[in-house]
């Protein structure tokens, strides 16, 4: 699942991602190490019942739960499965906060062309 500009929440295959503006040069796909997989199906669950909800242009209010900022989306998600992954803070929730947080860990990264 993720929160997109042009159409809000959606579902899509990693092979479909496209940058979403020339400076991002790299995708990385990330897990929560440390989640149970009941804790990863109720994040699944949380996020697809989000699906068709607009883009959230505020991103720094990620508590919102009618629209979602990108990490805001994941965020929210492992929040209510009982993880919280944005290195600390509530108040805004960066892809880099996630990237960045002790829980996570990359396992799929490709360079992107601008």
């Known amino acids: 699942m993720e929160s997109y500009r042009e159409d809000g929440v959606r ?3 990693i ?3 496209k940058p979403s503006n020339k400076k991002m040069k790299t995708l990385v796909a990330l897990k929560v190490h440390k989640a149970t997989y009941q804790a990863k199906e109720i994040a699944r669950k949380f996020a697809g019942n989000q699906k068709g909800k607009p883009y959230n242009y505020l991103f720094h209010k990620p508590e919102r739960t009618d629209a979602y900022y990108c990490s805001s989306l994941i965020w929210r998600a492992y929040k209510e499965a009982g993880h919280g992954i944005n290195g600390g803070s509530d108040k805004i929730v960066t892809p880099y906060d996630i990237v960045k947080d002790k829980d996570t860990k ?3 990264k490709k360079g992107m062309e601008a």
Do not use: P, V
Request: glycine fraction near 12%; hydrophobic fraction near 35%.
């Open 11 to 13: 579902l899509h295959g």
């Open 15 to 17: 092979d479909k991602w």
């Open 106 to 108: 990359a396992y799929y």
